[in-house]
């Protein structure tokens, strides 16, 4: 008896291209192979090996909520080779997709807290399966806050669920885009991601913060959580590194001991500020 | 030695130079490249007939050129080395000592005419055996050196360390490295390593200094040189062109002139 | 106790070849010494301290295909090369007691969580035959990382020279039993020796356990810039190292058809973890040697209680920089009076 291939693919149909933004796109995937769908199960926070056959793979997180049966979404934006190949693809053609790989966003430990959720440009996609999630099982949180933020408001991803956020009643959703990137019909507010949560002055009690952008959003919405109260360990985000596998044994994505693809994508600042800067 | 430890210790001490280039003990037998930066250490500094491996390449390494102006201890094939790589803009004599060392005295070489005539006066003696290579595979007939190199090729693993060690081998993002397209195969199977292999021969033609650098480098004894240096070869049969020896030379394969022929044009 | 002689033993390899099982035995190439698919037992090297390359291609290859896909008629096919590909019974002779620790070690890592299929079904097909060293090199530190001379770990036999022509003969598992099992009639029995008295006297330099608990605080220490100074950033060491793992994914083909590889790759090489964003979270040489020293001595032992080294030395061999692990390590160990000799009941 052979031991399953982990480096197979499943095949998978693109049903729906959605363009997000300039050179960003989402596939909704679905099964080719019934039996497969089936017993597929993933969880907030996992990520994908999506690829072209003849191109490569490349690792994007899985975008929809693990409460949607019937479709896997992911988010990408076209910026090497393999993006490039899958920005070619339309609906109806096949990728291949391995996965769930990496941990989980600990939406059982977050039970009866307030949710604050900040994201930056093309870090929405990770946070968007978690967000849905959390809605989906919403009276076990208290409030839940989004606030993100874009450089223009072309760049925004998700529009069409950002218009649909901002009408709930059960969530609060706060838009920015960088100075100088707002329209004249812009409605949302206008600053930096950390300026803006500075704005919020957002209350740290009984609160979780999950954070995902890029490195220098990051680097300054850490301080401006701090300030307000939040602990390393109340403090949640993603780490990006390059990958190749995606099960720990290219090892490519290592950061000291921990592998981003198996220990992560998820983190605790307070787990980061252990790890050794190489990421 | 004496002569060569005075000098590097006056071109520390006076700051004319921030660290020297040289060789000194290795593992076992062996010598090892050193970067003397303090006075007290120039004593590690050595030079002996087991001296080969091109020390150049380390003048493009981010870490040694943050050092300062480096001074380097030349062996014949080095002074080549600069002398080409100032010819492709890589070097401008004023920034580096080039040091040689002959019958115990110690010279600098300042400038391209210095190098271009240390150049001129010192042809490359090529080791017997790998001449006895040389002319053994030049008797074979096509297929035979197909075959040859079939049978040599199949031990590379791609690490190359070839690439590694060529002081002309400077590009930031080898030809190797780009994807779009994969001009040369990842994979280190047949197809794989001749790509790799003749990609390297062309582009070191008419360039290699014959240093024997990438033979000694390689960790399965393939005997890679041998393809840059009868690639560079050819060129100076068919272009009249040596490399090496003038630090204003127009690259072989890249420049044009009327008079050129073009007798392999059909 | 089990003896073999020289002759018999040239008989036993010999009959594995006509067997049909593929042989892999150390042979002299390009003035050097390579495991090589035998032809002839006659070619077999045994005066020699160590291959240049290890035997890890055995469990894990240059090149792996892991998968093909064919769009036949615009309907794609995938071909899964771990399913149902016939993996061949091999035998692979003249290992080291540290090239037999490394495979097991090297298999152990592509079990952990998700298995690898390919390096579990080679590590099955094959059986490991190792002879302990007699003789080591200035290059060698087996003694220092938990190795030894004579070391049975990951050995399926193991034989140790002990006269001129005779080899004591152990078997350390089932597999092993039973392939000696099939030529008991050219073994003959003999007094019992002391398989000690017989290896090389590798002097141990250092401590590992001391070596990952002086890395535990050194990420940021300024020494590494100094140790990095000659590396040139090939993959020599990565590659001849029996250990390391390291490897990336590769499609070949076009919109046709076409395969899906696995081959090698080293931390080493500058882009080995660059983003396509641009970012390299190992910009320079030294943070990349530093990874590469850490990698083996400190974070494999402290997440998986692995050691990422069995001190062959073929990366100090192999290096065309002379970086030298061994000496790295002893100078990072500090005074080398204080560790004690490790066998002691030897003059």
């Known amino acids: 008896m052979s031991l399953s291939n982990i480096y197979n693919p499943y095949l998978m149909r693109i049903e729906k291209v959605t363009e997000e933004a300039p050179g960003v796109k989402t596939f909704r995937l679905n099964f080719v192979d019934d039996s497969d769908r089936e017993k597929f199960i993933f969880k907030a926070g996992q990520f994908g090996e999506y690829s072209v056959f003849g191109e490569g793979e490349s690792t994007f997180c899985i975008a929809s909520s693990p409460t949607r049966k019937d479709y896997v979404e992911c988010t990408f934006r076209e910026t090497g080779r393999v993006t490039s190949a899958l920005a070619r693809k339309e609906a109806g053609d096949i990728i291949g997709f391995r996965g769930p790989y990496g941990n989980i966003f600990p939406l059982e430990e977050w039970k009866g807290k307030n949710l604050l959720f900040i994201a930056g440009g093309i870090a929405l996609p990770p946070m968007r399966c978690v967000i849905w999630n959390a809605l989906e099982l919403r009276d076990r949180f208290k409030d839940i806050t989004v606030l993100y933020g874009a450089r223009t408001v072309e760049d925004l991803v998700y529009k069409y669920e950002l218009d649909e956020w901002g009408k709930r009643a059960d969530m609060k959703l706060v838009t920015t885009v960088d100075p100088g990137g707002e329209t004249s019909d812009w409605k949302g507010k206008v600053g930096f991601v950390p300026t803006v949560l500075e704005q919020m002055a957002p209350s740290s009690s009984d609160t979780v913060a999950i954070v995902c952008g890029p490195p220098v959003m990051i680097k300054f919405t850490f301080p401006v959580l701090e300030k307000f109260g939040f602990t390393p360990e109340a403090i949640y985000t993603t780490l990006e590194n390059k990958m190749k596998c995606g099960v720990g044994k290219c090892g490519r994505c290592n950061v000291g001991s921990v592998y981003v693809c198996k220990d992560g994508p998820v983190f605790t600042y307070r787990q980061l500020q252990s790890l050794p800067p190489e990421y | ?266 | 106790m089990n003896f073999i002689t020289q002759d018999n033993l040239l008989v036993f390899l010999k009959t594995l070849v006509d067997s049909g099982k593929e042989l892999y035995a150390p042979q002299r190439k390009a003035e050097k010494v390579f495991f090589l698919p035998v032809e002839d037992a006659a070619s077999i090297v045994f005066d020699y301290i160590q291959t240049t390359e290890s035997p890890k291609d055995l469990l894990f290859p240059k090149v792996e295909r892991l998968l093909s896909y064919d769009y036949d008629d615009g309907k794609i096919k995938v071909k899964d090369w771990a399913e149902g590909s016939k993996f061949s019974e091999r035998v692979l002779f003249g290992s080291r007691p540290c090239d037999a620790i490394a495979l097991k070690t090297l298999a152990e890592f592509f079990r952990l969580d998700m298995a690898d299929p390919f390096v579990q079904q080679r590590q099955d097909a094959l059986t490991i035959i190792s002879v302990s060293c007699t003789k080591s090199d200035e290059f060698c530190f087996c003694t220092s990382v938990g190795a030894g001379p004579g070391d049975s770990r990951g050995s399926d036999i193991l034989l140790t020279r002990v006269d001129d022509d005779r080899y004591l003969v152990e078997c350390p598992t089932e597999k092993g039993k039973s392939l000696v099992e099939s030529r008991k009639d050219l073994l003959e029995k003999g007094e019992e020796v002391e398989r000690e008295n017989y290896l090389a006297k590798t002097q141990q330099l250092f401590s590992h356990v001391e070596i990952t608990k002086k890395l535990c605080g050194s990420f940021d220490s300024p020494a590494w810039n100094e140790a990095s100074l000659r590396c040139l950033g090939c993959g020599a060491c990565a590659y001849v190292c029996p250990v390391c793992s390291c490897f990336e994914i590769q499609d070949e083909g076009n919109n046709k058809k076409g395969d899906r590889l696995r081959c090698w790759d080293s931390c080493g090489f500058a882009l080995f973890t660059l983003h396509t964003s641009g970012h390299n979270p190992r910009p320079t040489q030294t943070t990349r040697w530093r990874q590469r020293v850490m990698h083996k001595f400190s974070y494999m032992p402290e997440r998986y209680n692995l050691i990422g080294c069995v001190g062959c030395g073929r990366c100090s061999r192999a290096c065309p920089a002379d970086m030298n692990l061994k000496e790295e390590l002893s100078e990072l160990s500090g005074s080398l009076e204080e560790i004690p000799q490790r066998f002691e009941d030897h003059p």
């Open chain 2, 1 to 266: 030695m004496q002569a060569l430890h005075q000098k590097a210790k006056e071109l520390l001490e006076s700051g004319r130079a921030g660290v020297i280039v040289g060789y000194g003990k290795g593992s076992g037998d062996r010598v090892r490249p050193v970067f003397i930066r303090n006075a007290a250490d120039v004593t590690k500094l050595m030079l002996d007939s087991r001296c080969r491996q091109n020390l150049s390449v380390y003048l493009s390494k981010p870490e040694i050129r943050k050092m300062g102006r480096p001074a380097i201890v030349a062996v014949p094939s080095v002074v080549k080395t600069i002398v080409q790589l100032i010819s492709e803009n890589q070097l401008k004599s004023e920034d580096l000592i080039t040091l040689i060392v002959e019958n115990g005295a110690v010279a600098e070489l300042p400038d391209d005419a210095s190098l271009e005539a240390y150049s001129a006066s010192h042809p490359l003696v090529f080791p017997p055996t790998a001449q006895k290579e040389i002319e053994t595979i030049e008797g074979m007939s096509l297929q035979q050196r197909f075959k040859y190199w079939q049978d040599e090729l199949s031990r590379c693993f791609k690490c190359y360390a070839c690439r590694a060690a060529c002081p002309l081998c400077y590009c930031e993002r080898c030809i190797t490295d780009d994807n779009r397209p994969q001009w040369v195969c990842v994979a280190s199977h047949a197809q794989g390593n001749f790509e790799w292999h003749m990609n390297r021969a062309m582009h070191l033609a008419g360039r290699c200094i014959e240093c024997g650098s990438c033979t000694a480098a390689c960790p399965v004894g393939i005997p890679i040189g041998l393809l840059t240096i009868e690639a560079t070869r050819i060129v100076e049969q068919e272009f009249g062109y040596e490399p090496g020896l003038h630090c204003d030379a127009p690259s072989a394969l890249s420049s044009f002139k009327v008079e050129d022929k073009e007798s392999f044009i059909a």
